[in-house]
Structure formats: C-alpha cells, structure tokens
C-alpha cells in the first residue's frame, strides 16, 4: 500500500487508507507512537492510560488509618452553601 508524503499547512504528512485503519483498529482522537526501526517508520498505538474503577481504587484504602490532623477540621466543619 502507498501513500504520498504531502504538504499540510506548515508541516508534511501523509494520510492513512481507511482500510488500514480499520485492520489496524485504530480510531479518529487515538494517540499514536512512531518510532523508527531498521530504517522504518512504525506506527502503533501509544499506550492508553488505564481507567480507574472506583471500587478498586476504595479497595486499595486503608479505612483503619487515622485521619490527617489538617483534615480532621474540615470534616468536622459546619455545611456553609448547599452541599449538604
């Protein structure tokens, strides 16, 4: 498959066939790595950063720890707008 190395505004850039997108899986907004190996471009996905559930970051909490003493005040603050 080829492609043309072509000018984009200020910059050169090529543009990738929607069919090697889709066997590639990749999807418009995803960060890509290019690196260069032997002479090569490769182009791969960057690594996604991982979601968090909440449920398993609680998980990791030591409920039994005590309180920071800069934090026992303010829990124990009066309400003041309407977040109560």
């Given at each position: 498959?080829?492609?043309v190395l072509r000018k984009i505004d200020n910059s050169q850039g090529i543009i990738l066939p929607d069919e090697l997108i889709?066997?590639?899986e990749f999807q418009l907004g995803d960060k890509l790595d290019m690196t260069v190996?032997?002479?090569k471009l490769?182009?791969?996905l960057a690594e996604k950063r991982k979601k968090?559930?909440?449920a398993d970051l609680l998980a990791k909490c030591d409920t039994s720890a005590p309180m920071?003493?800069?934090l026992t005040a303010w829990d124990s603050s009066p309400t003041v707008g309407n977040e109560a």
């Open positions: 498959m080829e492609t889709k066997e590639l190996v032997e002479s490769v182009i791969a968090y559930i909440l920071p003493q800069e």
